[in-house]
């Protein structure tokens, strides 16, 4: 694909290179960025961060990875370069302007291998129909009802912290967050029907999912088997089926859902794909929230109390009134710093102009909300915890700065409930217990599915001042 390659470094912003293909005569055979002489395999891990960030910091906001020239997934395939953005205008085009020209790209074929046809991997009109017929299941009414639900959950696990603020032993809140968090979807996903894994001989088979760190082969061979188990549940409810109004939890919200246009429900292959998808992209995304968010109030002292005072004070106001104002700014800051989804991938679909310069169809594209979140001339201190950046809905000076959650029709359908969730752990554990850190260093960072900490948190529990 690619003739004699010209390359005129420092010419420009950010001392970037040009790269020209002296043979080129259509949008396919040329490509004007900057980047690397070498090809990079990445992958969701440590080294791919360290070369991004690297990259970014020689070569700006747009660049080009070169391709190997192999169809192999993680070198992006085709013999195209692999596009770098960090620029909030390009990712804005990309994830919103021109959405449907862009499909999900290489970084989510692995998991399109586990996941089928579920929402979070597929693309194009089926993903577009499914997603409309599904909606309904994240609006606020709906997951607005699951407080209940997530009081429960959080409430199960009280004795856990009472424990530790008694016996002065450190609490792993990566564990209690990754714990609590399969709690909270599980009971989202199969309401009380939760107590029918739990009854299972051997324990709930998803337990599997936080009583295993590794991710590796073996680990999916092993959750696999979670699927057929996702079935029986789906046939024991179905056989269940009464003529009352269907449990209001993510089972019975899905099995009543309807394709707008062919008035078709979902059959037992989509039903099982969508419901794992739920697991998948809702378990250690919330989990590593908290984890993160505990971590940073431990860090914190003097935010910790004012998010007290107000857990406090708002306890008072009639159900509903609470605006958690500064709860959803520590969230959306604790969200900047360590998005749990801190690299994904698009693909472009057609030959279109991206950042002022042609993109070729084929294209693979990488972006990091990690290191958009970070960029020190669109935050202010951006290595800063400061949670008054942000409105409580989430909107720091440059909207399209910040995006945890994606951006556009493919942004996270479950943020609405990631959020609720998220409030509702906050202010059940601040209005009791005082958390502080005997490291007072941040946390070494895991970059791999999710942005996890590569040592567990251990931080002490005190009872709160009244
Ligand atoms: C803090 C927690 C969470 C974060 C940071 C997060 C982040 C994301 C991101 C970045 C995407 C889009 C990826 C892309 O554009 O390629 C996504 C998609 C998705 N998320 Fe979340 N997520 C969270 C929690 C949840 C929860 C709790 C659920 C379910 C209850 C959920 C369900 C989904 C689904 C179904 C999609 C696919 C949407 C589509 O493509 O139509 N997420 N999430």
Not at 48 to 64: I, P, Q
Not at 244 to 252: E, K, N, Q, V, Y
């Amino acid at each position: 694909m690619f003739g004699r390659l010209f390359l005129l470094r420092g010419s420009t912003n950010h001392g970037r290179a040009l790269i020209f293909d002296s043979r080129a005569t259509s949008l396919h055979d040329s490509v004007i960025l900057g980047g690397p002489d070498e090809p990079f395999a990445f992958d969701a891990n440590a080294a791919t961060l360290e070369y991004l960030t690297a990259g970014c910091a020689e070569y700006g906001d747009v660049w080009a990875i070169p391709p190997t020239g192999g169809s192999d997934s993680a070198t992006g395939g085709g013999g195209l370069p692999i596009w770098v953005l960090n620029d909030p205008e390009a990712i804005h085009h990309v994830l919103t302007k021109r959405q449907p020209d862009y499909g999900k790209g290489v970084g989510f074929e692995r998991v399109k291998m586990l996941l089928g046809d579920g929402l979070i991997v597929s693309d194009g009109s089926h993903w577009k129909g499914r997603r409309r017929m599904l909606q309904p299941a994240f609006a606020r009414p709906s997951v607005g009802a699951m407080r209940g639900l997530v009081d429960e959950c959080i409430e199960n696990r009280a004795h856990l912290w009472e424990e530790h603020a008694a016996s002065g032993e450190p609490l792993d809140v990566s564990d209690e967050a990754n714990r609590l968090g399969l709690r909270i979807i599980l009971r989202a996903i199969f309401g009380e029907d939760l107590a029918l894994l739990d009854d299972r001989p051997g324990g709930n088979p998803f337990n599997l999912v936080v009583d295993t760190h590794e991710r590796d082969l073996m680990f999916a061979m092993r959750f696999r088997q979670l699927w057929p188990v996702v079935r029986e549940m789906i046939e024991q409810r179905r056989s269940r089926a009464g003529g009352g109004a269907p449990p209001r939890d993510f089972l019975g919200l899905y099995m009543a859902a309807r394709d707008r246009d062919s008035g078709d429900a979902l059959d037992m292959d989509g039903l099982v794909d969508e419901l794992m998808t739920l697991l998948v992209a809702g378990h250690e995304t919330t989990a590593a929230t908290l984890a993160w968010a505990w971590s940073l109030l431990a860090r914190h002292p003097e935010i910790q109390n004012e998010l007290r005072a107000e857990v406090r004070r708002e306890a008072a106001l009639p159900p509903g009134e609470a605006k958690s104002e500064l709860t959803l700014k520590v969230i959306h800051e604790t969200l900047r710093l360590y998005p749990p989804v801190w690299m994904f991938t698009r693909q472009a679909l057609k030959d279109d102009t991206l950042a002022g310069r042609p993109i070729p169809a084929g294209t693979q594209i990488l972006l990091s909300p990690f290191l958009l979140h970070r960029r020190a001339d669109l935050w202010e201190e951006p290595e800063a915890f400061r949670p008054e950046r942000f409105t409580a809905a989430g909107a720091p000076a440059h909207r399209a700065a910040y995006i945890p959650f994606s951006s556009g029709p493919r942004r996270c359908a479950g943020d609405v409930f990631a959020l609720n969730t998220a409030v509702q752990e906050i202010s059940w554990g601040v209005s009791r217990y005082h958390l502080t850190t005997p490291t007072p260093e941040a946390p070494r960072l895991d970059p791999g599915v999710n942005l996890r900490s590569l040592e567990p948190i251990r931080l002490f529990v005190h009872h709160a001042p009244s």
